[in-house]
């Protein structure tokens, strides 16, 4: 089963995402390094910045084999960036929806300060190649970015309601301007090697507790 992207506007919330599925067999096996090397790729050279003859050396294979699994480069991007998706919401499903919107907002921050100052986000580096990757391409970092906000838009308006985000009035907006200011972030803290510049656009958004 390959994972499909949801459309946002259906949703309240962020729902199971649904893996690519595991491949048996030596083939199948080439398939998921291919789109994991891949995966790395893209995040250290952008869209452009690699060939099928760049990802068959760090796989170890014939650029033949690519093509028997990814036709076109388009092919290799999609499956690349459906894997990268599921895997990502999944994360996201991890942060206890129980907890006051602070906290949900703290343990959304961890999923990416982990990795912060080694790794970029791998939808933000292809958003930055935006007018030469394909139109298909295009819909679904679109989709990436609208299932992270609409997940935020919704922890906002709760911390506008318990005082512990700041709020411009639109949840949407913020939850849009967080995620962009998240994703410029991820690209400086790697520039600069400060992890902590990520951590500095969770806090911007704050509200210190009221004393009792």
Same mark, same amino acid.
């Given at each position: 089963?390959?994972?499909?992207?949801?459309?946002?506007?259906?949703?309240?919330?962020?729902?199971?995402?649904?893996?690519?599925?595991?491949?048996?067999?030596?083939?199948?096996?080439? =398939?998921?390094? &291919?789109?994991?090397?891949?995966?790395?790729?893209?995040?250290?050279?952008?869209?452009?910045?690699?060939?099928?003859?760049? &990802?068959?050396?760090?796989?170890?294979? #014939?650029?033949?084999?690519?093509?028997?699994?990814?036709?076109?480069?388009?092919?290799?991007?999609?499956?690349?960036?459906?894997?990268?998706?599921?895997?990502?919401?999944?994360?996201?499903?991890?942060?206890?929806?129980?907890?006051?919107?602070?906290?949900? &907002?703290?343990?959304?921050?961890?999923?990416?300060?982990?990795?912060?100052?080694?790794?970029?986000?791998?939808?933000?580096?292809?958003?930055?190649?935006?007018?030469?990757?394909?139109?298909?391409?295009?819909?679904?970092?679109?989709?990436?970015? =609208?299932?992270?906000?609409?997940?935020?838009?919704?922890?906002?308006?709760?911390? *506008?309601?318990?005082?512990?985000? #700041?709020?411009?009035?639109?949840?949407? !907006?913020? !939850?849009?301007?967080?995620?962009?200011?998240?994703?410029? *972030?991820?690209?400086?803290?790697?520039?600069?090697?400060?992890?902590?510049?990520?951590?500095?656009?969770?806090?911007?958004?704050?509200?210190?507790?009221?004393?009792?």
């Amino acid at each position: 089963m390959k994972f499909r992207l949801q459309d946002p506007a259906a949703m309240s919330d962020i729902s199971p995402a649904t893996p690519v599925a595991k491949s048996s067999g030596a083939s199948g096996n080439t =398939r998921e390094q &291919l789109i994991a090397h891949a995966q790395t790729l893209i995040r250290e050279r952008g869209y452009n910045g690699f060939s099928y003859r760049d &990802l068959a050396e760090h796989v170890g294979v #014939k650029t033949a084999s690519i093509h028997y699994h990814f036709p076109q480069k388009e092919d290799l991007l999609l499956a690349a960036v459906d894997d990268y998706t599921g895997r990502a919401l999944q994360a996201v499903r991890t942060v206890d929806e129980s907890l006051p919107a602070r906290q949900r &907002l703290d343990q959304y921050a961890r999923l990416f300060t982990r990795t912060a100052g080694d790794q970029v986000c791998m939808c933000g580096m292809l958003t930055a190649d935006f007018n030469s990757v394909p139109d298909s391409v295009r819909t679904v970092l679109q989709t990436f970015y =609208r299932l992270h906000e609409t997940w935020l838009a919704k922890v906002f308006a709760e911390g *506008a309601r318990d005082g512990t985000l #700041k709020s411009s009035g639109d949840p949407h !907006a913020d !939850a849009r301007a967080l995620f962009a200011a998240l994703q410029g *972030a991820l690209l400086a803290s790697r520039l600069f090697q400060a992890p902590d510049r990520v951590q500095d656009v969770f806090a911007s958004v704050q509200r210190e507790p009221q004393p009792a």
